[in-house]
């Protein structure tokens, strides 16, 4: 078992930056790929990046490529997205994921979600 929050979310203008985090409790943090998506309203869910149980490989999805970065660190059971240049299309509930298959984009294949977090890019 795996439970996940996340925390950073916020209002910001349009070119600001957030970092969002994601806190998992479980002994086996380490043993599981970790990404986030993300939910705007009206929209269906989308995959923004993912990081290996290393932390060692990374994807994003083509929107967010060259702005976000993700980040995990095992010692401490958290995984970071850094959000830089943020656009108003960025606008979202962003929720973290972990999976046993290694750096999915599929959300099917996430067994665990948090809740969620607003970002909210202003224009």
């Known amino acids: 078992q795996v439970q996940l929050v996340e925390s950073g979310g916020g209002l910001v203008q349009t070119g600001g930056s957030l970092r969002l985090s994601c806190a998992a409790s479980g002994r086996t943090f380490s043993s599981y790929s970790m990404a986030w998506f993300r939910q705007a309203p009206g929209k269906e869910r989308e995959f923004v990046a993912t990081?290996?149980?290393?932390?060692?490989?990374?994807y994003y999805a083509d929107s967010v490529k060259g702005r976000f970065t993700i980040s995990r660190d095992n010692a401490k059971n958290t995984v970071a997205l850094q959000m830089n240049s943020l656009k108003p299309e960025d606008t979202a509930v962003y929720c973290c994921a972990a999976s046993r298959v290694p750096v999915a984009k599929t959300s099917t294949l996430y067994e665990y979600w948090g809740q969620g977090t607003q970002v909210t890019v202003s224009s």
């Open positions: 990081v290996s149980w290393s932390g060692g490989v990374t």
